[in-house]
Every structure is written in structure tokens, then in C-alpha cells.
Nanobody, 118 residues
């Protein structure tokens, strides 16, 4: 399984970005997908995820501003980020989870930098 993230960049406060993550090597629509982020000096945190058969869930800090979606034809997951704040600055990673008996296997994209300037 390979994940290729793109779409990061530099944006001003209040601006928008859309991240994309193309997935190959897997039956995409069977697995949970999500976006995480890691700011300097902080732990990686879950931003948003789509669990198969359920509505998307979001971290409290991004609710109402970010939207996660997936296209099962294009094997791509997106993160639309609006009303960006300086605290959204981080490296964003896409994630795919294959659940198995007794555990899970996580697959990660390479990360894409998002910088929000004030």
C-alpha cells in the first residue's frame, strides 16, 4: 500500500487549502482513512477520519472548518481546510488502516507541510 499526499503550502490566516492523498496497492473502499498532523515539538494528532460505514469524525479544534472526504473511484482522500489559523501549522499525514484479528496495520503518506501565516 502506498499513499501520496499533496496540496500543502503557505497560506494566510483565514485562507483555505485542500490536501489530497492518492492511495495505491489496496482495495481502497474497504478501509478506514484519515488525516493526522504533527506540529514542531508536539505529538502527532488525529485531525479527521472516515470509518467505513460511519459519518466522518473530527478533532474539536477543526470542527466546522475542515471537511474530510473520499473518492472511492479515484482512490483518493481529501481534506478541505477553511478558516485556517496559525495553530493549524503542521505537517499533515494521510493514513489508511487495515484492521485484522487482534490489531491493525497503519499505512502513512509522506507528509505535506501546511504553514499558516498571521
Amino acid at each position: 500500500v502506498q499513499l501520496q499526499a499533496s496540496g500543502g503550502g503557505l497560506v494566510q490566516v483565514g485562507g483555505s487549502l485542500r490536501l489530497s492523498c492518492a492511495v495505491s496497492g489496496s482495495v481502497f473502499n474497504l478501509y478506514n482513512v484519515g488525516w493526522y498532523r504533527q506540529a514542531p515539538g508536539k505529538q502527532r494528532e488525529l485531525v479527521a477520519e472516515i470509518i467505513v460505514g460511519r459519518i466522518p469524525t473530527y478533532a474539536d479544534s477543526v470542527k466546522g472548518r475542515f471537511t474530510i472526504s473520499r473518492d472511492n473511484v479515484k482512490n483518493t482522500v481529501y481534506l478541505q481546510m477553511n478558516s485556517l489559523k496559525p495553530e493549524d501549522t503542521a505537517v499533515y499525514y494521510c493514513n489508511l488502516v487495515k484492521r485484522r484479528l487482534g490489531g491493525r496495520d497503519d499505512y502513512w503518506g509522506q507528509g505535506t507541510q501546511v504553514t499558516v501565516s498571521s
